[in-house]
């Protein structure tokens, strides 16, 4: 496996002003996750055949439509599927408002391609419905099968979208409408953040507006009118936070190889070594002829030779408190492969000389 590495190369910059919208969120203002059961009829041949749960479920839609199958008969299911349909409820939506929904093959189908959804209810955790969905699915992927059972596909056809294909039925209740206090949640615990978030909210309203309850929640002394309310919201949003520069991390991937390091990672002064154990086997092939000559059986024999060296190590002195560019640079210098760089880091943590959280993702 040949290991891809990425060097994110972050310098050290003073605190750095951002938006309070692009660091945080009111509390209440969230999507919800609907989920739904229902059918694609319309397949070419490639749906359920004949599962039970996609024929009860064919049935029932064709009773609910008025049609009575006789005793005993089973529709044909190569052109229906049974399928999990989802979707996410934005917050504040409103009746009648459109939403994009995935449908997916639940039992044996080979392909959604060509097949349309029919109407199927989206209900949310507490068991309520809040959406309806329907109509033709856009699928991307593809299969192909030949006789003799030999199939190619491409991308995932057994999962599609219907754009466009739900609609809201019922508004979810959401706190922000109501009375008293309002919240504003940072996307992640920092209580300098917080601190500063506080700092920013009170010097544009001239006085104790807000108060930090800890490294992620701020409690906002809010009107109790909805118009204030949103006008409070929509200014908060807008303002400008000088914020600290983020922990020292060191983020490896250890599938991919890829390695990034914040600009604010120092190490104590150390020494590293690299070097590399070689491994060489080689194998030669000869032929051997018994005695008496002429009389035995020619065989061919196996001669193995295995040598093991180890290249000459470079060692390379770090600095005490030695930035970004240097690490990156003396680690080049050591002609470190990627997969050798995770070991030279972990080694350094280990060490204690590595002043950064390592996280290995």
Do not use: C
Not at 40 to 60: A, F, R
């Amino acid at each position: 496996m040949r290991w891809l590495l990425a060097l994110l190369l972050l310098l050290p910059v003073p605190a750095a002003a951002e938006r309070v919208k692009d660091i945080a969120r009111f509390a209440g203002v969230r999507a919800n996750a609907l989920t739904g059961y229902g059918i694609v009829v319309g397949l070419t041949g490639s749906g359920d055949q004949n599962l039970e749960l996609t024929i009860q479920s064919l049935k029932s839609a064709a009773t609910r439509l008025g049609v009575q199958l006789p005793p005993g008969v089973n529709p044909q299911l190569r052109n229906a599927a049974a399928v999990m349909v989802t979707a996410e409820l934005p917050a504040f939506a409103k009746p009648g408002q459109r939403l994009d929904v995935t449908v997916s093959a639940l039992g044996q189908a080979k392909s959604l391609r060509g097949g349309t959804l029919l109407l199927t209810a989206l209900q949310g955790p507490d068991g309520e419905i809040y959406a309806l969905a329907q109509g033709s699915l856009a699928v991307g992927g593809f299969g192909a099968e030949g006789r003799d059972g030999s199939r190619i596909v491409a991308g995932t056809p057994t999962s599609g979208r219907v754009p466009a294909g739900g609609v809201v039925e019922r508004v979810v209740p959401s706190p922000f409408a109501e009375k008293g206090p309002m919240y504003l949640d940072l996307n992640e615990p920092d209580f300098s953040a917080a601190s500063a978030v506080v700092a920013a909210i009170n010097r544009h309203f001239n006085g104790v507006v807000a108060n930090a309850e800890d490294g992620v929640r701020v409690r906002l002394n809010a009107p109790d009118q909805a118009e204030r309310r949103i006008a409070m919201a929509s200014t908060i949003e807008g303002l400008n936070v000088a914020l600290a520069p983020p922990p020292a991390r060191v983020i490896v991937n250890a599938r991919t190889g890829t390695v990034v390091i914040s600009g604010e990672v120092r190490i104590l002064p150390a020494a590293v070594a690299h070097g590399s154990l070689v491994v060489r086997v080689t194998e030669n092939q000869q032929a051997s002829q018994p005695n008496p000559f002429g009389r035995g059986q020619t065989t061919v024999t196996q001669q193995s030779n295995v040598e093991a060296g180890e290249t000459n190590a470079r060692m390379n002195l770090f600095a005490p408190g030695a930035r970004l560019s240097e690490i990156v640079d003396a680690v080049n210098a050591l002609g470190a492969a990627p997969g050798d760089l995770v070991a030279i880091l972990e080694a350094l943590k280990a060490a204690g000389a590595l002043r950064a959280e390592l996280v290995v993702i």
